[in-house]
């Protein structure tokens, strides 16, 4: 058993332990990350002082998310064109200062909400780029065999700094206000920088380039039209649209859930910590498997949806959390294994493209989403939001399970 186990441990960390550009990419993540979950708290919990007005937090949500919902589908095209690793350090520099100017007119105290509205706008457009720009440099920094495990591991990152940003941010904001939050984001961003410039760019594997660099709107097309021609990627971006749409809208629905139960922010929190550490648990596990599959992907969505509609008639605080542990875990085993499908059977010259669509159908329709999810729960409570993010998500699970299989038949 101890052999088995430490064979599934070097299996998990397989990536960083054979990637020196990798580990050193990964690490500077770590830190930059939690900052930004600090940063993201922060600027909520800000504007609420500013305004004392939930709606207001909803519109600085809208501004973060907007760019990706305008620009997402154009974003790939710049991805295919430029060099990513020199992109990449462009946009985490640009959002480095946007942090330091969001820190500096709070700590300063001339803070408005319009300026943080600007700045989170603004910030949100460096990272409809950079959010592609970084998945395609997975690729460069691993290559194809250990893509999968290498995105799985990049989930678990982000679902682990998203249990520790948000703790860390709140007791800073205690003790230093939120102001400081946005200055400890700013420095973190220096390690990451750090990373990009200290690689060795001779061990990145090398990506094919078109010979003539696509124009915005054609490179747009060919990108929809691979899409709507490749049928596992379609089938893939449909799933992820509705997923994304309807079912995940934990910062509508979860502190809605806690006052149903009679509780207070501590289990707002305590729902989304069991939410993240269960996402964390799917990162590691896909990481170990380390292979990219449409059964570990159905087996997700599949997991997710059915999890989502047990949990819609729950009204114990203890059962909802175990519930969001599984759905956690599931919507990670559905992610990564959606994102490294996708990437690995995707042309070079197309992956940029491609993975802005997959971006888009994931995050570009938060604000639809999250005004559905806000609409369901003033209709029905939280009850009926979970279960139409629970039927939608197994009906077009099924149709994916059905074109999947059809597929095959006529191959």
Excluded at 328 to 353: D, E, H, K, M, W
Aim: charged fraction near 10%; aromatic fraction near 8%.
């Amino acid at each position: 058993m101890t052999a088995a186990f430490l064979r599934a441990n070097r299996r998990t960390w397989r990536s960083l332990r054979e990637h020196r550009n990798y580990r050193i990419f990964f690490s500077g993540q770590v830190v930059s990350v939690t900052g930004t979950w600090m940063q993201n708290i922060a600027a909520a919990w800000l504007v609420l002082e500013l305004t004392h007005s939930p709606v207001a937090v909803g519109l600085l949500m809208l501004c973060q998310f907007l760019p990706a919902t305008v620009f997402g589908l154009f974003s790939g095209v710049l991805v295919d064109r430029l060099d990513v690793r020199k992109t990449v350090i462009v946009t985490q520099a640009a959002s480095m200062v946007f942090a330091a100017a969001l820190a500096g007119i709070t700590l300063g105290g001339v803070v408005e909400p319009w300026m943080v509205y600007l700045l989170t706008g603004l910030r949100g457009i460096s990272l409809v780029v950079d959010h592609p720009a970084r998945q395609a440099f997975t690729f460069q920094l691993v290559g194809p065999a250990e893509l999968p495990n290498a995105v799985a591991l990049n989930s678990g990152l982000f679902n682990g700094t998203r249990v520790l940003g948000p703790a860390l941010g709140g007791l800073v904001i205690a003790a230093a206000g939120p102001g400081a939050c946005f200055l400890l984001n700013a420095v973190s961003f220096v390690a990451v920088l750090a990373a990009l410039i200290l690689m060795d760019t001779s061990e990145l594997y090398p990506v094919e380039r078109p010979e003539q660099r696509p124009t915005m709107l054609r490179g747009v097309r060919e990108g929809l039209a691979y899409a709507r021609g490749d049928r596992r990627v379609w089938l893939v971006l449909l799933l992820v649209l509705v997923v994304g749409t309807l079912g995940v809208n934990n910062a509508v629905i979860l502190p809605v859930l806690a006052a149903e139960l009679h509780a207070g922010p501590e289990v707002f929190g305590l729902l989304s910590a069991f939410f993240g550490a269960g996402a964390l648990l799917g990162a590691l596990t896909t990481a170990t498997l380390g292979r990219a599959s449409w059964r570990g992907f159905l087996a997700g969505s599949t997991g997710f949806s059915a999890l989502m509609l047990v949990l819609a008639p729950l009204h114990t605080a203890w059962l909802c959390g175990v519930l969001l542990f599984g759905v956690g875990a599931a919507f990670t085993l559905l992610t990564a294994n959606a994102n490294a499908i996708v990437q690995l059977g995707t042309p070079a010259s197309l992956r940029g493209r491609v993975l802005s669509l997959y971006l888009f159908a994931f995050a570009g329709l938060t604000p639809i989403g999250g005004l559905v999810a806000g609409w369901l729960v003033e209709t029905g409570g939280t009850e009926l939001s979970f279960a139409v993010a629970g039927i939608s998500g197994l009906a077009v699970s099924a149709f994916a399970v059905r074109g999947r299989s059809a597929a095959l038949a006529t191959a």
